[in-house]
């Protein structure tokens, strides 16, 4: 069931990578999470594949175990945009979305054309359409589209979504003014905690995005900051009073290790509910 004030909690693939999709349903279930984000493509060569395809077996169970539970796919992922010709690629990860009922991939710009990497997000926005999924741009402190204004610009441009994650956020300094601007093009948004100081270079920023992060409240970002202003930005919209949903991606290899898959999904719900739920008494 949603949050008490109506807002939709999902777990994103990130904080359990290693769990196929039919099971990452199940426990998201289990701890009372309303969706989850799916991985239908490999961001790394450690990744294991999971085979998400119409018609595959991986499919079909996923799709068994989320009518079972009434847990829901919003977002699927991951594609880093590098310059080279990935059409077919988006096309098969549209067609696996379109099926888990997807609405948006969210990609990232590592190409260092901007002109070009505008030109192909515009492209795969316009693919995506017939799939009703949208591409969701997401600014990454460690990538060439490394803000919220550079990210909204690409955005516009392309007739697409962006992406909000409080970890990059809070390490490229996004503003709550640009937060508010970008508010309209949010179909949700990633919540993590960290270290309030921020990695000293690539390699550790790299690192701490993909298996180091914090459980929303034990780290030092302003995450409250971050959400106040994107519903403030939503507030100047036809969106005026929804909420954005919330999707935990935290990554913590340790922690996971520690408490088991079960167990880290249900620390995590806790924790949103408790972030949430103090920001609602205020």
């Avoid at 009703?132 to 690409?154: K, W």
Wanted: hydrophobic share 45%.
């Amino acid at each position: 069931m949603p949050a008490a004030n109506g807002r939709l909690i999902g777990l994103a693939p990130l904080s359990l990578l290693s769990v196929a999709p039919p099971n990452l349903v199940h426990h998201a279930a289990e701890a009372g999470f309303d969706f989850v984000g799916v991985r239908v493509r490999p961001v790394t060569a450690a990744e294991k594949p999971y085979d998400m395809q119409p018609g595959s077996p991986l499919l079909a169970e996923t799709l068994a175990r989320m009518a079972e539970t009434g847990v829901g796919v919003k977002d699927i992922e991951f594609l880093l945009l590098d310059g080279t010709d990935q059409r077919d690629a988006w096309l098969r990860m549209f067609e696996a979305g379109q099926a888990l009922g997807a609405e948006s991939l969210t990609v990232a710009c590592g190409d260092p054309d901007l002109s070009r990497a505008r030109d192909t997000l515009a492209q795969m926005a316009e693919d995506g359409r017939a799939f009703g999924i949208s591409p969701a741009l997401e600014p990454i402190s460690y990538q060439t589209v490394a803000s919220i204004p550079m990210a909204d610009e690409f955005a516009v441009h392309a007739g697409c979504d962006i992406l909000v994650d409080t970890l990059h956020v809070g390490r490229f300094g996004g503003t709550a003014e640009e937060l508010s601007a970008a508010a309209c093009r949010a179909p949700l948004v990633q919540l993590c905690d960290a270290p309030a100081e921020r990695p000293a270079d690539r390699e550790g920023l790299v690192e701490e995005s993909r298996s180091a992060r914090l459980v929303p409240g034990e780290g030092g970002l302003e995450l409250a900051g971050v959400l106040a202003a994107l519903e403030s930005g939503l507030a100047q919209t036809p969106r005026a009073g929804t909420q954005l949903p919330v999707s935990l991606e935290v990554p913590n290899d340790a922690a996971v290790a520690r408490l088991g898959a079960q167990g880290w999904a249900d620390h995590l719900k806790s924790a949103a509910l408790s972030l949430l739920g103090e920001r609602a008494m205020r």
